[in-house]
């Protein structure tokens, strides 16, 4: 059996003899497909023996793969990225899987992305060279479809792995890839072929804050609309079809849809529980203020096995979900350090934040310590300026901590849009009354929302799904700081016009007592 690596490749002379060097020896031929190199990657493919085709690059994946599958000439094809390696580990399981009754493998592919722990995927990347086996899709392609409609089984799991090198923050900046895959997905949406994968990858494309929100959000809701098109045996079979609704449901509740956000949620357990999915269930509800809910959602997300599938998971999904422990951990009244701890390790940045900021205000030098370090690494990240300026509130340096604030906010991200609510609330306490246009992306913004409407005599409609209790709580709060600032005047109208929204939100009117 005739194995043959198969690469397109374009100004890749720094990666690719990494690449190259791992298949010399255990596989029978290299194929690579050239599409507009300027660089020595050219020579360098050449002085490892593989047979070059150089062709036109024209925004389309699949088409430079199928290129390389033409010139192929063996029995399988082992689909290599220029900016991977083969595990040298492999090289005995590679040649077994080619003695297999399999159309084709899955491979594992490790993403180091420059974090602590490396993602995983699997990929159908080992397959039979057959001329019906082609490549879909002018992004993220793949030759799934094509095995579909030859009959062919589904692919089996193998012991092959592939270490994938693109993914560092350097590798992303340097070669633009975010901006080439943004151009290459809308191209497609406007030629009208777009799938439900498609538009889910655009959706997930687009920066989720800023001028490209709304194009965010509008191809969410598309892909979502167009998925569920399809009979739900063919969504249980789509790998990323839950992070798609994780991903649509997380940016329904940033505008206040929290109901609209949970049915999708709903939706999409019908294919199963995967821990991320139950991390999305668990941080909606927290910022619904449904504490204890979510603290159990968080709790069972955790106990949830962590698979490896076609859709990638990695260490940032991990930290991330003991970040949201933290965060309800916090909420209920428990200690939240411990994981803080354990997602500081595994990378989160924001973990390192809340746990610096928690030190801080215990007076623990170890705390000053940390949040020097993030100023010296990150000086302009949100979530550090973020968690200086309540450093500095928090030891009463409130000129500082103004000043942190408002450089936290430049940067259009979620850390920027809880400044803005806190810059909100600070100008009101210093006597100001600026309107409060920030979306009602949890409790405590609806509460902003709310006092805002109610006091200028507006209709106030809080998403029924926000947990009541914490919503009156968290306007209680807004109304005693008023109180304590000497804005007696402002809370007087509030209780006015909130006479005839407890409709809206029952025991509102009671918040405040008539002199």
Known sequence: MRLIACLIARDEQDNLPRCLRSLV?????????????????????????????????????????????????????????????????????????????????????????????????????????????????????????????????????????????????????????????????????????????????????????????????????????RSLEAPLALRRQWPWWQTLARSFALDL??????????SVLEEAQSAGTPPELESARARLLLRAGHHQLAWERVQAAMTLPRSIGLAATNGSDQASTLHLAAQCALACGLDPDP??????????????????????????????????????????HPL??????????AHGDRSTSDLLLSQAVRTPSEAAERGKARQWMRAWLDGATPSFDLHPSDAENAAAQGLDRIRRGLVWTPDPFLEPRFLRSCLADFLEALLQAGHA??????????????????GISTLVLED
């Open 489 to 506: 005047q402002t809370v007087r109208k509030f209780a006015l016009h909130a006479k005839s929204q407890d409709s809206a939100l029952p």
């Open 25 to 225: 020896g255990v596989v029978d031929g290299i194929c690579l497909v050239d599409t507009g190199s300027t660089d020595s990657t050219l020579a360098i493919a050449r002085s490892f023996g593989a047979q070059v085709q150089s062709i036109p690059w024209e925004d389309d994946f699949a088409k430079a793969r199928n290129a390389s599958l033409e010139i192929a000439d063996g029995d399988w094809v082992l689909q290599v990225d220029a900016d991977e390696e083969l595990d040298p580990r492999c090289a005995m399981d590679l040649r077994a899987a080619l003695s297999s009754d399999e159309w084709c493998h899955l491979v594992e592919v490790e993403l180091r992305d420059g974090t602590a722990q490396s993602g995983k995927v699997l990929l159908p990347r080992l397959f039979r060279l057959h001329p019906r086996i082609r490549y879909r899709r002018a992004l993220h392609e793949s030759v799934l479809e094509s095995l579909e409609e030859l009959g062919a089984p589904p692919p089996g799991a193998s012991r092959i792995r592939l270490i994938h090198h693109g993914y560092t923050p350097e590798s992303v900046a340097s070669r633009s890839k975010h901006e080439r895959n943004l151009r290459i997905l809308r191209k497609v949406r406007e030629s009208g072929e777009a799938d439900a994968y498609d538009l889910y990858k655009l959706a997930t494309t687009l920066p989720a804050w800023g001028e490209a929100a709304q194009e965010r959000s509008d191809r969410h809701r598309e892909a979502w609309v």
């Open 339 to 380: 994981y803080l701890q354990e997602a500081s390790g595994l990378g989160s940045l924001a973990a390192r934040c809340d746990l610096a900021v928690r030190r801080i205000k215990r007076n623990q030098n170890a705390g000053w310590k940390e949040l020097d370090q993030m100023m010296r690494v990150s000086p302009e």
């Open 384 to 393: 550090v300026l973020l968690a200086g300026s309540e450093a500095a509130l």
């Open 253 to 262: 509740a940033h505008t206040g849809r929290f109901s609209d956000a949970w």
